[in-house]
């Protein structure tokens, strides 16, 4: 009774799934472009795991939602919610003494997920742009000192993490040493380091930025500072803000024009208004897994029929609209990368990866240590029967927990690109996708505006938003 009830429990867990099967429905509905619907949808699932695990990754998704069909209170309300949240886990993390071997023993799946660094900056970067959208510059200002604070703190951060997990994995591996061992013999096994390197050389293409910097959040701050500058150290910051992103960016007419701009009004000259394109395109990677059979050597054959591992990996968006051109007063300028969110996402996966590759590796061999000895002894009770049923239960067992953790904020855009240029004297802006989408719009005459648009995809509908800044 006790081996039919381990069977049935066993195959009740196989219907666990990963963050990318349960928000697949979603995401096909965000990626139609029915962003109303994708929100309503993100909306339901962030409040039921409000409490959960999983509640921080749903309402970051949310608010994106929420912010692309032109909900700009509600995504205010759920950013902030958000911001709540990571903050209530970076407080706990500074006086937890808890580790993660409960995690290691079963999956990284199994633990909350609290933010990482590129997620905490967009969240505070959207907030001021929503709060800029509702005409509230005195709130904005905040939110973009604090996107410049979180990339300032993510180098410290990062080294933190690689600390803890380091230490976490030293004590796991104390109180497992034939685990640990194993998990070292796994490493050095020709056909799982070649699997292993296929699956992740993608990583080794992309753009990476020192220090952990997302350039957009650093050009909105020099917009942002340069327009509403209370005084000369706003408008130093300005400056420094634009020559950071040239340094980054390796330089281009429209932030050498930028910069040019900021100069002088640092020294005193007047600034004429001037017109931002600020262009999002694409979703940034989403995450799958795929799985290996892990080589547990210290374990006779024939014991263990299932020691699989799942690992995760980043797959890229490859439908997006490259550029837009925008048609100004009689010129036509074309929107250049200012930011990519796979250059930045990729470098913290990457980061992340030999944590995530020797958790993974150990939590398996500790999961079919488990499940020998738990097949042997049903075995030498009951005999061949009773050990092919324990067999049976405890491979469906690591089936259904045996899932790679593939969370990650998918609704963000795959890059930001942008364009300025002096604000046309009569007022109008043609865009133009280069997938043959148009739309013309206006910005108010001799004032600053920041123009934001949004294409998920090529099939969808460009959404367009003015803000007059000054």
């Known amino acids: 009774m006790r081996l039919a009830a381990l069977a049935i429990a066993a195959a009740a867990l196989t219907g666990c799934q990963t963050y990318e099967q349960k928000t697949a429905e979603t995401k096909n509905i965000w990626k139609s472009g029915n962003y109303a619907a994708a929100a309503a949808d993100f909306t339901q699932k962030a409040d039921k795991a409000k409490d959960g695990k999983d509640g921080l990754i749903y309402r970051l998704e949310q608010a994106t939602a929420l912010r692309a069909a032109g909900k700009i209170p509600e995504s205010i309300e759920a950013f902030q919610q958000a911001d709540d949240v990571i903050n209530a886990y970076e407080e706990r993390a500074k006086t937890s003494v808890a580790n993660e071997t409960g995690a290691i023993l079963s999956n990284q799946a199994n633990l909350p997920y609290t933010?990482?660094?590129?997620?905490?900056?967009?969240?505070?970067?959207?907030?001021?742009?929503n709060y800029l959208h509702l005409g509230q510059s005195d709130k904005a200002r905040p939110e973009i000192i604090r996107a410049f604070q979180r990339q300032q703190?993510?180098?410290?951060?990062?080294?933190?993490?690689?600390?803890?997990?380091?230490?976490?994995?030293?004590?796991?591996?104390?109180?497992k040493r034939n685990e640990s061992r194993s998990v070292e013999q796994a490493k050095s096994d020709p056909k799982v380091g070649g699997l292993l390197k296929d699956n992740y050389a993608p990583l080794d293409t992309l753009k990476a930025y020192a220090d952990y910097v997302n350039p957009f959040p650093v050009y909105l701050d020099g917009v942002y500072f340069l327009?509403?500058?209370?005084?000369g150290s706003d408008l130093e910051r300005a400056r420094k803000s634009f020559e950071r992103v040239k340094g980054l960016s390796g330089g281009n007419k429209y932030i050498n024009a930028d910069l040019a701009v900021a100069e002088k009004a640092a020294n005193g000259e007047p600034v004429a208004p001037r017109s931002y394109v600020i262009f999002e395109t694409g979703s940034a990677p989403s995450r799958d897994q795929f799985r290996l059979d892990i080589p547990v050597f210290f374990i006779g054959s024939g014991r263990v029929p299932y020691v699989g591992a799942a690992f995760p990996r980043l797959v890229f968006d490859s439908g997006f609209v490259p550029a837009l051109n925008v048609t100004a007063g009689g010129a036509t300028e074309t929107t250049t990368q200012l930011a990519s969110m796979d250059g930045v996402i990729g470098q913290a996966f990457k980061d992340e990866l030999p944590s995530i590759i020797t958790k993974t590796l150990l939590s398996t061999t500790i999961k079919a240590t488990a499940s020998y000895f738990v097949n042997k002894a049903a075995e030498d009770?009951?005999?061949?029967?009773?050990?092919?049923?324990?067999?049976?239960?405890?491979?469906?067992?690591?089936?259904?927990?045996?899932?790679?953790?593939?969370?990650?904020?998918t609704t963000l855009p795959k890059e930001f690109q942008y364009c300025s240029f002096p604000t046309p004297s009569d007022s109008k802006l043609d865009i133009a996708a280069s997938n043959g989408q148009k739309t013309g719009v206006a910005v108010e005459p001799n004032s600053t505006s920041l123009v934001l648009v949004k294409s998920v995809g090529p099939g969808t509908p460009l959404v367009v938003n003015v803000i007059k800044l000054k």
């Open 153 to 175: 703190d993510a180098v410290e951060n990062n080294k933190k993490r690689i600390e803890k997990d380091e230490e976490e994995i030293r004590k796991a591996g104390a109180e």
């Open 227 to 231: 327009t509403f500058a209370t005084g």
């Open 115 to 129: 933010g990482r660094d590129y997620d905490k900056v967009m969240v505070n970067t959207y907030k001021a742009l």
């Open 381 to 409: 009770s009951g005999g061949a029967i009773a050990g092919l049923l324990s067999k049976v239960a405890t491979a469906a067992t690591q089936a259904a927990v045996n899932i790679a953790d593939t969370r990650t904020w």
